[in-house]
């Protein structure tokens, strides 16, 4: 008891950089509150005194504002960060390290009994609002974003977003392969781009890099048949394009960064003045 004790202090301290001493995690945590209250309530749960565990768990929702069906099954190392509102099944399973957000919920998706909310393999994180629904499985490492509503299975090391959820696109195909290759030689980060944020923007950069190597190829063909025809050498693609830079269209002037500076311009010469006005000045006293 104390060890699992301990393994859920130490997992506030891995996962929650405003954690400062034991003491406060004991006494200011809700979600570590929820997760000990939950881990009694289930082994009433478990020996038959449903009613009480029922008690108990309605209890703990009173004062933490998260509801764990005493039914669920839970993992050792599960950290609920801030936890307000998270709602957990009762045939709910989660593995192993796993770790929710405020307003996350796994619920069912009928009024049948039997099996009815989510499985959740091991290092899963949901984010802040996620739904979760459904008798559906959730692979080991999988994060789902905030405010995502998942109603199908989610395989290893996913990362879905989204209403309804989606997978994110992950470079296993050659279309994506290529795109990364074409990316790299222009000095762009393809997976950046479309690995961890899947919005328009990444569409539209991924177009472009398609339609670069359908020009490559025409290109490539163009170049091949005008060096059969002793026309020109065949060209060969650029290996870097990093490298490549444009030249300022207006180049600075040395002289206004001298008068930046308050410094006279090159050569020495000091600015004119005003001579016309001293020297007829000087005209007038003279005839006087």
């Not at 830079?245 to 005003?274: K, L, N, S, V, W």
């Not at 006005?277 to 006293?285: L, P």
Request: overall charge negative; charged content about 25%; hydrophobic content about 40%.
């Amino acid at each position: 008891m104390f060890d699992r004790l301990r393994e859920d202090i130490n997992c506030v301290f891995d996962r929650d950089p405003a954690a400062r001493n034991t003491f406060e995690i004991l006494t200011t945590y809700p979600g570590l509150h929820a997760v000990m209250m939950h881990r009694l309530s289930h082994a009433l749960w478990r020996r038959g005194l449903k009613w009480l565990a029922r008690l108990m768990s309605n209890v703990a929702r009173l004062f933490t504002g998260i509801e764990i069906h005493p039914g669920a099954v839970i993992g050792r190392r599960f950290f609920i960060d801030h936890g307000m509102g998270v709602v957990i099944g009762e045939t709910a399973v989660i593995g192993d390290d796993c770790t929710l957000y405020h307003g996350v919920t796994l619920g069912g998706t009928t009024w049948q009994k039997g099996k009815r909310h989510p499985s959740l393999g091991c290092d899963v994180v949901v984010g802040a609002g996620a739904k979760v629904l459904g008798p559906i499985v959730i692979g080991d490492g999988a994060r789902i974003g905030s405010n995502a509503v998942v109603v199908k299975a989610v395989p290893p090391g996913g990362t879905v977003v989204g209403v309804p959820g989606r997978v994110i696109e992950r470079a296993v195909d050659a279309a994506t392969q290529r795109r990364a290759d074409i990316a790299k030689r222009m000095g762009f980060d393809a997976y950046g781009a479309v690995r961890d944020a899947p919005d328009p923007v990444a569409n539209a950069i991924n177009s472009m890099l398609d339609h670069i190597h359908v020009m490559d190829r025409r290109m490539e063909a163009m170049s091949r048949a005008l060096e059969e025809h002793g026309i020109t050498r065949h060209f060969e693609h650029l290996s870097d394009l990093e490298g490549c830079g444009i030249d300022p269209a207006t180049p600075d002037a040395p002289a206004d960064h001298d008068a930046d500076r308050g410094e006279p311009p090159a050569g020495g010469d000091t600015a004119p003045g005003p001579q016309p006005e001293i020297e007829a000045a000087a005209g007038d006293e003279h005839r006087s």
